[in-house]
T-cell receptor, first 116, second 110 residues
């Protein structure tokens, strides 16, 4: 049973380019979360999605960032016109259908984005 | 505002016990999780508390006091491979949005 998959593992972009980060949740998991981890800092919640729905995007910067989780295919975190401050590790986590409360989240290996 | 505090770093000797404290001030509470994260790797789930008391899982135990906004993770019989960052995370709603502390770096020495 494959775990949460993320690709690419490392991504280098020049300032102004677009970054697309992909996440395939664990089989049977319908909840996807994206987190950002800056160097020497903790994980910060960005967005929570279910299939075809954004449930909570309160942690997403208002501009340049978007996320989707289509009916078919992986969840995508998209960063347009990247800046140096976007350099970070981006982790995706998935969780099974909730029954009476939150379940543990299973994290992918992360995508390390470097903006030059 | 939301606040989750844990010490930055702790050092302990192989075979010893270490207790990592986590205090939280959040608007609402629906569970507290502990994760382990080795450098450059994904966080892995260790334990979950939603009711007051102690949860034991092998060498790891976690305790929760909701009235005090306090939890600790206890690591017994420390091994070198336990050197990692330990993350405290609180959920405040039913669907599991996590708020993480900055993590406690545990260094195990021979």
């Amino acid at each position: 049973n494959a775990g949460v998959m993320q690709n690419p593992r490392h991504l280098v972009r020049r300032r102004g380019q677009e970054a697309r980060l992909r996440c395939s949740p664990m089989k049977g998991h319908s909840h996807v979360y994206w987190y950002r981890q800056l160097p020497e800092e903790g994980l910060k919640f960005m967005v929570y999605l279910q299939k075809e729905n954004i449930i909570d995007e309160s942690g997403m910067p208002k501009e340049r960032f978007s996320a989707e989780f289509p009916k078919e295919g992986p969840s995508i975190l998209r960063i347009q016109q990247v800046v140096r401050g976007d350099s970070a590790a981006y982790f995706c986590a998935s969780s099974p259908r909730l029954a009476g409360g939150p379940g543990e989240q299973y994290f992918g290996p992360g995508t390390r984005l470097t903006v030059t | 505002g939301q606040n989750i505090d844990q010490p930055t770093e702790m050092t302990a000797t192989e075979g010893a016990i270490v207790q990592i404290n986590c205090t939280y001030q959040t608007s609402g509470f629906n569970g507290l999780f502990w994760y382990q994260q080795h450098a450059g790797e994904a966080p892995t789930f260790l334990s979950y508390n939603v009711l007051d008391g102690l949860e034991e899982k092998g060498r790891f135990s976690s305790f929760l006091s909701r009235s005090k906004g306090y939890s600790y993770l206890l690591l017994k019989e420390l091994q070198m491979k336990d050197s990692a960052s330990y993350l405290c995370a609180v959920t405040t709603d039913s669907w599991g949005k996590f708020q993480f502390g900055a993590g406690t770096q545990v260094v195990v020495t021979p």
